[in-house]
């Protein structure tokens, strides 16, 4: 057991946990990123509902939702730590540990403030369908997440966590990961959607686009696109973005820290002194 608030304490064990030999790429990095990103990206700004306030995954309502699938990995992964500091709420735990996952895999560092607090009940959780499907294209890309309050920029940064990880038939019907080293925080994703000839996946599954790695026998393992990744190439506001992300790594990762340090503060309240009150959220005046 730690002294409450040794956050120094808990991302060094955030980070013990991080190699996983045999799951996926050796790295549990990948899937604690989507976790930060699910926790948070149930925002609606309109309402002032979801985020990463509460975890609510942590009960059925949500952490059961087919976008969530696969998400429990990343969850029994911090339980470790979750056990040896056990002051710390998941949902903070939860969104600190995407932000250290992702400086490990050489990102960048990005804003983290604690002060999240844990729904003690199911009552309040987000309802489903406000995560996007990767079947479809720009329109629902700019619905879902102006939903949340971004603008095209921030859509383009956003989607660059591309770069890491990969798709799982078994928990959203896509496969593959978008780049050839999946656990390394780079702008390679964009660089990929505009050089390689992306060509629809010959198979049963979902459509998606898939394409040979630069100098790669025909053993290799494909590297993929979601139709929504695609999208971001085929719109002419989003594309600019693209270009100019493929070009510029630092540029990347100036926009990607600001944008992910605002998507895990959605519907987190401070004071002045910049601790979150439960009592001013929302999400606690049960008004839904
Ligand atoms: Fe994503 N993502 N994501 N994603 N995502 C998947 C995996 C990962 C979409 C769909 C999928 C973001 C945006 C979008 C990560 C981070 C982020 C998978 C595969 C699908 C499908 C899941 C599986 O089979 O295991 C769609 C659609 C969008 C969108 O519309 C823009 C954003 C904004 C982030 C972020 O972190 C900021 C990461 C990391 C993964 C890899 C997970 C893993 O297990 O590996």
């Not at 038939?169 to 780049?179: C, I, K, N, T, Y």
Request: with cysteine.
């Amino acid at each position: 057991m730690s002294q409450p608030g040794d956050f120094e304490g808990v991302r060094k064990d955030i980070i013990a946990i991080l190699k996983q030999k045999g799951y996926d790429d050796g790295s549990a990095g990948p899937v604690l990123v989507r976790l930060a990103w699910h926790a948070s990206g149930t925002y609606c700004k309109e309402s002032d509902t979801g985020g990463s306030n509460g975890a609510g995954m942590r009960y059925e309502a949500e952490g059961g939702d087919p976008a969530n699938a696969g998400l429990q990995h990343a969850r029994v992964f911090l339980e470790p730590v979750k056990d040896k500091h056990k002051w710390i709420t998941y949902a903070d735990l939860w969104t600190l540990a995407g932000v250290v996952a992702i400086k490990a895999m050489g990102g960048p560092d990005i804003q983290w403030k604690p002060g999240r607090t844990d729904f003690a009940d199911d009552s309040r959780l987000p309802p489903r369908g406000r995560l996007p499907d990767a079947s479809q294209a720009s329109d629902h890309l700019r619905h879902i997440f102006y939903r949340m309050g971004f603008n095209d920029q921030e859509i383009v940064a956003l989607s660059g966590a591309h770069n890491l990880g990969r798709c799982h038939v078994d928990r959203s019907g896509f496969e593959g990961p978008w780049v050839n080293n999946p656990t390394r925080f780079s702008n390679q994703y964009y660089k990929l959607l505009l050089k390689l000839k992306w060509k629809p996946k010959k198979w049963d599954g979902n459509f998606q686009y898939v394409a040979k790695p630069p100098g790669a026998d025909e053993e290799d393992e494909d590297l993929m696109m979601l139709p929504t990744d695609y999208a971001l190439i085929q719109d002419e506001a989003f594309r600019p973005w693209v270009e100019r992300y493929a070009e510029d790594q630092d540029l990347f990762f100036s926009d990607f820290a600001k944008v992910f340090a605002k998507l895990i503060e959605l519907g987190v309240y401070r004071d002045e002194d910049g601790i979150a009150r439960a009592d001013k959220m929302k999400a606690f005046k049960g008004s839904y």
